[in-house]
């Protein structure tokens, strides 16, 4: 099982990218994707993830209307656009696919989660780094 990130580059702010997923040994729309970030010397944070059962995608507050998640089954590709770039921005970005994780609304100890935590992915890609210049 591969998943293979790519698509990261070099951008000034506002600009825009599309992040690509695609998987090898696995039938992506049988998994929930998710997309993490991490930055240097921050932790590991989620950007978004698609449902296995409805296709609904699911984001972090910050990234609400800037960035948009599609998956495209007859390539086996799940796809990140991120719009209106900015400096914050900037980190190596992972694609994940988990048979069992929780993407979408799941109320755990006591708030609304709607992001997958990492431990429920069953394979990472490598990263791709995006870089945002101000």
């Known amino acids: 099982v591969q998943l293979q990130a790519s698509g990261g580059g070099l951008v000034q702010a506002g600009g825009s990218l599309r992040l690509s997923c695609t998987a090898s040994?696995?039938?992506?729309?049988?998994?929930?994707i998710g997309w993490y970030r991490q930055a240097p010397g921050k932790e590991r944070e989620g950007v978004s993830c698609?449902?296995?059962?409805?296709?609904?995608?699911y984001y972090e507050d910050s990234m609400k209307g800037r960035f948009t998640m599609t998956r495209d089954n007859a390539k086996n590709t799940v796809y990140l656009q991120m719009i209106s770039l900015r400096p914050e921005d900037t980190a190596i970005y992972y694609c994940?696919?988990?048979?069992?994780?929780?993407?979408?609304?799941?109320?755990?100890?006591?708030?609304?989660?709607?992001?997958?935590?990492?431990?429920?992915?069953?394979?990472w890609g490598q990263g791709t780094q995006v870089t945002v210049s101000s």
């Open positions: 698609i449902s296995k059962s409805d296709g609904r995608t």
């Open positions: 994940a696919a988990g048979l069992m994780a929780l993407c979408g609304p799941t109320y755990l100890s006591g708030t609304w989660e709607y992001l997958p935590r990492p431990y429920e992915f069953n394979y």
């Open positions: 040994g696995v039938t992506l729309d049988d998994y929930v």
